[in-house]
């Protein structure tokens, strides 16, 4: 619970420095201050505060806000209780499927066997496969003539033990191949009163994966905060009384809040779906035209908060209808998170174009952008799950790096494509190819 006027610090400092500290980032913050203009406010809750509480106060009203926020981290708290549950159990399940291929004696990328003396006695490997040396120079040789100090007493230690709790040791090394670092797994388990069979694993892409996973956990947990806190904010505003001009321009605000929850929300639901195969598309007939209307419609607030102009060029004959068999809502996800990257990724003062025309027995529809651009080496990725291009990042544009994901698979179940053009500096343009009989 913290003023703002206060002798030596304020309490935006104070905030601020509570931010920087590890200790004591996650510290939920209530401002109670006699300031009672918007901007103490709206200040108060870009610092990091999670409310704004205005005396003179009412003891009951105090004690019924901290008890709602205490029950809000209590409930972020159990979500994180269980993503470190389920973590716990995908690693139980890993290793047992390990284990089992390991006694199985199933051929995996690399597998060698070792005497309890660090010497080789056999290697199993594909053609392609990393090996440690040159194929005639494995068999017989020892650990340590082969491998740099630290890494061959890792491993003597994983055979060690392995050896003596009969039980898979794992463990995990880098090693640098060419112009790029990779990482390896390896599983150490007993064949033998003397020797181990281990299995390597280049797990490169894996751990990745595994980072940008967590990185987009982390990123999906504040995004749905921040949304729920400008809210909150709204509607005390709105409480505490408003003239009719502050009221519209408070809904306002509250209302693309809410659209935006929705869309993050409805974005982490379909990459779920998505993953497991159980998204199901209603096909229909849908005039083309109107859906994008529709979906500029729903940026009007946002581009004018950017003075961010948003075009609209259909190269069609007049009153000219184009139908296409596709699921409506899907599509219209599509076009929104296209729509919404081009208007987030673009300064101020810049502008947003849709464009429709006909094409190779189809539609083709364009939105370009004149925003920060793409570099190059980020376009081969740009699609993949969890992926954030190092613009975005440099820019501290936040995200989930999920919307491009949705947007392609989504564009693939209608037999579609989607091409990307962009240069950093300049903007982008997504082309999407539609075909005009697309099959229910």
Not at 201 to 219: C, H, P, Y
Not at 272 to 288: C, K, T
Not at 327 to 346: C, H, R, S, W, Y
Request: glycine content about 6%; overall charge negative.
């Amino acid at each position: 619970m913290l003023d703002i006027m206060m002798p030596g610090m304020n309490g935006y400092d104070v905030v601020a420095q509570l931010k920087a500290d590890k200790a004591t980032e996650d510290i939920p913050i209530v401002f109670m201050s006699a300031l009672d203009d918007i901007e103490s406010k709206i200040r108060g809750f870009k610092a990091g505060g999670i409310d704004y509480i205005t005396k003179p106060f009412q003891e009951m009203e105090v004690l019924a806000r901290v008890r709602t926020h205490i029950s809000i981290r209590t409930l972020y708290k159990q979500a994180q209780a269980e993503i470190a549950e389920r973590k716990r159990v995908e690693d139980e399940l890993r290793e047992s499927e390990s284990r089992i291929s390991a006694l199985l004696s199933a051929v995996p990328d690399t597998m060698y066997r070792i005497a309890r003396d660090g010497t080789f006695l056999d290697f199993k490997a594909s053609s392609n496969e990393f090996l440690f040396a040159p194929p005639e120079q494995i068999v017989g040789a020892s650990l340590s003539h082969i491998l740099d100090e630290t890494l061959a007493n890792k491993f003597m230690a994983c055979i060690q033990e392995a050896l003596a709790q009969k039980v898979m040791q794992t463990m995990e090394y880098s090693l640098k191949m060419e112009d790029s670092s990779h990482i390896f797994e390896a599983r150490f388990k007993d064949s033998g009163i003397n020797e181990v069979t281990v299995i390597i694993r280049d797990v490169t892409g894996w751990a990745r994966l595994e980072q940008m996973k967590s990185d987009f956990i982390n990123r999906a947990s504040h995004e749905l905060r921040t949304p729920i806190a400008t809210m909150l904010l709204m509607v005390n505003l709105i409480d505490n009384g408003t003239t009719p001009a502050e009221f519209k321009e408070f809904w306002d605000i509250l209302k693309c809040e809410i659209n935006n929850e929705r869309r993050l929300v409805e974005n982490l639901l379909n990459v779920g779906r998505m993953e497991s195969g159980q998204i199901d598309l209603h096909f229909a007939m849908v005039e083309i035209t109107r859906l994008l209307n529709q979906v500029a419609g729903q940026f009007e607030m946002p581009a004018r908060d950017k003075n961010i102009t948003i075009s609209i060029q259909m190269n069609l004959e007049p009153g000219e209808e184009v139908l296409v068999n596709a699921d409506e809502n899907a599509l219209t996800q599509a076009f929104v998170n296209l729509l919404g990257n081009a208007i987030k990724f673009t300064p101020e003062g810049g502008n947003v174009k849709f464009s429709l025309q006909r094409k190779d027995s189809g539609v083709e529809v364009s939105i370009s952008d004149t925003g920060i651009g793409i570099p190059g080496e980020d376009l081969p990725l740009l699609f993949t799950r969890f992926f954030r291009g190092s613009n975005a990042i440099k820019n501290e544009i936040q995200g989930t790096g999920i919307g491009l994901f949705i947007v392609q698979s989504i564009i693939e179940k209608h037999r579609g494509k989607i091409k990307v053009r962009s240069k950093v500096g300049e903007g982008s343009q997504f082309n999407i190819w539609l075909p005009i009989d697309t099959p229910a």
